[in-house]
């Protein structure tokens, strides 16, 4: 900020994440400033003032943007989905170019420090909650998504029978 001034001036400023690198001078000058990255889903605002030894002030009024949000992975297939049979395959996609997809298969959220999904479709073998996350430097993580994939089990499985053959008729199935 050039400051043109026949006077003394200080210089203050109303939030912390603005610092000032000069906080006085005399006559004509420069104020200078940084301000910290904004880390939250909110735009904010501060005021710098500078104020001249006879009591006048200007102030200038910093705004600094949100930053944004990573869109949301999409899982496929969709929650809910069934399969019979040994396996389904799975996919994760994100429309944010550069974002890294992370993903759970346990039920518990992911983290930057979950596994890399690698742009592969992988195999699920049984009923699994999948749990997927896409994170990008300079942005908040995206909001976590889940698809619950059952398998279904035929009778004798689900019997705890394996070895057992199950047969119903059409009158009463089961």
Do not use: H
Not at 27 to 43: C, K, M, P, Y
Not at 56 to 71: D, F, I, K, P
Not at 140 to 168: C, F, G, M, N, Y
């Amino acid at each position: 900020i050039a400051v043109a001034a026949n006077d003394d001036w200080t210089v203050s400023v109303d939030v912390p994440w603005i610092a000032l690198r000069t906080t006085s001078g005399s006559n004509d000058g420069t104020v200078a400033f940084t301000v910290q990255e904004n880390a939250s889903i909110l735009e904010r605002v501060g005021t710098i003032r500078v104020t001249l030894a006879c009591g006048v002030s200007c102030e200038l009024t910093v705004r600094q943007s949100a930053m944004g949000t990573v869109a949301s992975p999409v899982i496929n297939p969709a929650d809910g989905t069934t399969f019979s049979g040994s396996a389904r395959r799975v996919t994760i996609t994100c429309g944010e170019s550069g974002a890294e997809i992370r993903y759970t298969l346990d039920g518990r959220e992911p983290s930057e420090y979950s596994t890399l999904y690698s742009g592969r479709s992988f195999n699920v073998f049984d009923t699994t909650l999948v749990k997927a996350k896409a994170f990008k430097a300079g942005m908040l993580p995206s909001a976590t998504v889940s698809s619950r994939i059952i398998r279904l089990q035929t009778l004798a499985e689900a019997l705890d029978a394996p070895l057992w053959t199950v047969t119903t008729d059409t009158d009463a199935p089961w």
